[in-house]
Each structure stands twice: as structure tokens, then as C-alpha cells.
């Protein structure tokens, strides 16, 4: 060992700071005896060190030099036993490299792949998978998951169109309750025109009668229900629409109209085309019932008239006293010239009341009971329905083809029908 005390160091095991040195203490095994020690060479006189040496003079830690040994350390050795050398190899110390530190922030992140990389990269992929062929279990998988993208995929676009549709829905529905009330004021309208009388003066509020002269009606046969008007009286006809029965509200059926001609629509877009009464409801009611029996008694009489032939509705119809006082005047008038045959009657307005009279007539020429006579023309019958003078002028005549293939005239009557005719003539 060496001596502890640094002062008896050579000074040529000295380091200096700015070159450090590394001591490697070697062993060396020998079985041959120890040469002999060599006087050491004299030096020079060195001031007394304190006990303890600076730490910069000092070696590195845990390094032994020479000359360290501390006293009071040896130990005997054996002959038997191997002596052992210490040999001090000076050398320069190597350090370790020093793993130069990054800067924050000089670190690149890993670029990700495009878009078209992983398009491409999936499309290889799925390739690879349709070239192997796929297990059962792999095949349900694929197919469950096929469906649930489709019922996604549904399921958006539904939401979609119910999202877009929200929005627009409650004026697709008012426009739709608009264009229905349009539509059946049209059909009214027209309804009047052709059925109605062309002297007859109709009650309406100003949109219906704005449809009206539309259709043909002049406005002088117009009467306009306003707030300000009082009541439909002098008019023949009135078109009970939301706003005139909001108007009027029961005494509207109860008072000035109490007979329905026709009807149209439902709900707030109905319109009702009623009859006024022009002396009450009550008066109304009781010529009603009076005409009804004088159309009954004429009926049964035309059936016994041999030169008339009905069919076997037409017969029920006149017994019941369902057709027009002027048609039955004109039946029997035609009756007394020529021999005549009548398939049948029609002519009421849809949903009007019970006991409105049929208006128009199914008529055709017959021939006589001895067969002497031919049947007459239907242009000599027409002829002479046209001839004829008001109330009992037709509205129209026409030939028509029935489904039986027979060619008949049509009569029809403008409404409403007159009471009382069939009384006034007797």
C-alpha cells in the first residue's frame, strides 16, 4: 500500500486539474523472489504538509497511489504463499461521451399518412380479404355489418328528409286546406250556373260571389253578404259558406233557407246551396207539403194514361210524388200528341233534402197500342219541349245514349223548383 500522506508522493504522480489522470493499480502474481529494493534517490527538503492534504491535491476517490500504504497494515507473509507486486500504470483518463441534449422543441412528430395512402391502403386490404375466402363465422360478421350500414345509412337519410321537411310541412298543409276550399267553391259555382235559374238572384259573401262571376253569373243577379246586410231575403238562392253560416249561425236553416238543393265539401270548406223561403221557414214548409200531395195525385194519374210507358222505377218515382210539377205537365201535354216512353228520372242535387223534387226526365218516342202508330222522332219531341214558354221552357235538351243502348232525351229543369204550380192550374 501506499502512504496516506500526500506530501511523500513523487511530484511526477502529481495531475494537474486541467489533465486528469487515471491510476490502474495492477496485480502481478510471481513465484519468483522479490528483487532487491533500490535506495531511493534523495529529494529535496519539502515543508511540513498539514494533516490532511487539499482536495484538489488529492487523487480520485478510491484510487490508490503509491506511497499510500497506511501504517500499521502489513501483514507477514508466508514463504509457501505467492508475493504479489503492485504495478501503477499511469494513463489518460477516458470519459464516457456526453450525449448531447435536444433542444425543446426540435423534435419532429411523425408524419401521418394522406388521404389517398389510406384510401389506397384500405382498398389493398379489402382486396386481399375478397381474394382469400372467408370463413362462416367472417362471412356473418361481414353480412351484420353490412346491415347495420345499411339500416345507418336508412335511418340518416330518412331523419334527413323528416329534418327537411319540418320546416315546410305546415305550409305544405295550409296551402293543401287552401287549394281544397278553392276547389269546391269551383264546384258550386258551377253547379249554380248550370242548374240554377237564369233570372234567379243568389246570396253569397264576396269570395263565392268573386267565383261566381267567374263562372258566368253577372253580377247584377249577385247579392253580396256583408256584416252590414241584415238577413239573404230577396234572393232565390244563398250559398251557405263558413262565413255566411258564421254569420247567420241556426236561424240561417230555421228562418230564411230551410231547403237544401245541393251540397259540396266537408268541414269548414262545405258549402250548402239552399232555397231562401221567401215568406219564413214555416210558410215554406207548408207549401212544400201541399206540392208533394198535387205531384202524388198526378203521378197515379199518368200512369193510367195508356200512351205513356214507364219503367219500373219511374213508376215508384211517380207514385211517391218525387218528380217536378213541370215535368209532369210536360209528360202529360206530350202524351196527349204522341205515344211516349220514359226509362226513368233524376236530376236531384247531391245530399239535398228528402222531398226535393226530380228535375229532369229520361224520354223517348213509343209506338202505339195497335201498332198502327210509329214512334216518333226524337227530334220532333225536341221540338217541342224547346217551344214551350217559361216555367215550363227546359234548361236543356239533349240526346243521350243510355247503357242499354237506347237513344233518349234528356229534360232537365232549373232549380229550385216553383211550388203550387200543379194547384194553380187546376
Known amino acids: 500500500m501506499l502512504p496516506a500522506n500526500p506530501a511523500t508522493r513523487p511530484d511526477s504522480l502529481l495531475a494537474s486539474d486541467q489533465d486528469p ?22 529529494t529535496a527538503a519539502a515543508p511540513a504538509a498539514p494533516t490532511h492534504a487539499p482536495a484538489a491535491a488529492a487523487g480520485p476517490p478510491g484510487v490508490e497511489l503509491p506511497g499510500d500504504e497506511p501504517p500499521g497494515d502489513e501483514s507477514a507473509s508466508d514463504g509457501s504463499v505467492e508475493q504479489t507486486k503492485d504495478t501503477v500504470v499511469v494513463a489518460r483518463t477516458v470519459l464516457p461521451p456526453v450525449p448531447v441534449a435536444r433542444e425543446p422543441g426540435t423534435a419532429q412528430a411523425a408524419q401521418l399518412p394522406s388521404w389517398p395512402q389510406v384510401l389506397a391502403t384500405t382498398f389493398r386490404l379489402w382486396a386481399q380479404r375478397r381474394r382469400r ?8 360478421r361481414l353480412i351484420i355489418a353490412v346491415v347495420l350500414v345499411a339500416i345507418l345509412l336508412g ?49 253569397c259573401d264576396p269570395a263565392m260571389c268573386s267565383v261566381l262571376q267567374a263562372k258566368g253569373i253577372a253580377a247584377s243577379r249577385l247579392l253580396v253578404l256583408e ?50 223561403a221567401p215568406d219564413g221557414a214555416a210558410a215554406y214548409q207548408a207549401a212544400l207539403r201541399a206540392d208533394l200531395q198535387a205531384r202524388m195525385l198526378v203521378g197515379r194519374q199518368l200512369l193510367d194514361n195508356p200512351r205513356l210507358a214507364a219503367s219500373a222505377s219511374a213508376r215508384r ?14 209528360l202529360a201535354t206530350l202524351a196527349a200528341l204522341y205515344p211516349i216512353d220514359v226509362p226513368g228520372f233524376g ?4 245530399q239535398a233534402s ?70 194553380a192550374d187546376s
Not at 234548361?395 to 204550380?421: C, H, I, M, N, W
Open 21 to 42: 489522470l487515471q491510476i490502474v493499480v495492477e496485480g502481478r502474481t510471481s513465484n519468483r523472489p522479490d528483487p532487491e529494493p533500490t535506495a531511493p534517490a534523495p
Open 133 to 140: 375466402p372467408a370463413s362462416a363465422p367472417g362471412r356473418r
Open 155 to 203: 335511418g340518416g337519410a330518412i331523419t334527413a328528409v323528416l329534418a327537411s321537411n319540418a320546416g315546410s310541412g305546415r305550409g305544405h298543409a295550409g296551402n293543401g286546406a287552401l287549394g281544397i276550399v278553392a276547389t269546391v267553391r269551383g264546384q258550386a259555382a258551377t253547379w249554380v250556373a248550370q242548374q240554377v235559374a237564369a233570372d234567379a238572384i243568389v246570396a
Open 227 to 276: 256584416s252590414g246586410n241584415a238577413d239573404p231575403l230577396g234572393s232565390d238562392v244563398v250559398m251557405a259558406t263558413a262565413a255566411v253560416r258564421a254569420q247567420f249561425g241556426s236561424r240561417l236553416a230555421s228562418v230564411y233557407a230551410p231547403e237544401v238543393l245541393a251540397s259540396f265539401g266537408r268541414g269548414s270548406a262545405r258549402i250548402v246551396v239552399r232555397a231562401v
Open 317 to 330: 218515382q211517380l207514385v211517391a210524388g218525387d218528380v217536378d210539377s213541370r215535368l209532369l205537365t210536360t
Open 347 to 350: 236530376g236531384s242535387g247531391a
Open 354 to 423: 228528402p222531398g226535393v223534387p226530380l228535375r229532369s226526365a229520361d224520354i223517348s218516342g213509343a209506338a202505339g197500342l195497335d201498332g198502327t202508330h210509329s214512334a216518333a222522332s226524337l227530334a220532333s219531341l225536341k221540338g217541342f219541349l224547346l217551344a214551350q214558354r217559361a216555367p215550363y221552357l227546359p234548361a236543356e235538351v239533349k240526346t243521350v245514349r243510355l247503357a242499354t243502348g237506347q237513344a233518349v232525351l234528356r229534360v232537365e229543369f232549373t232549380a229550385p223548383s216553383p211550388l203550387g204550380l200543379l194547384g
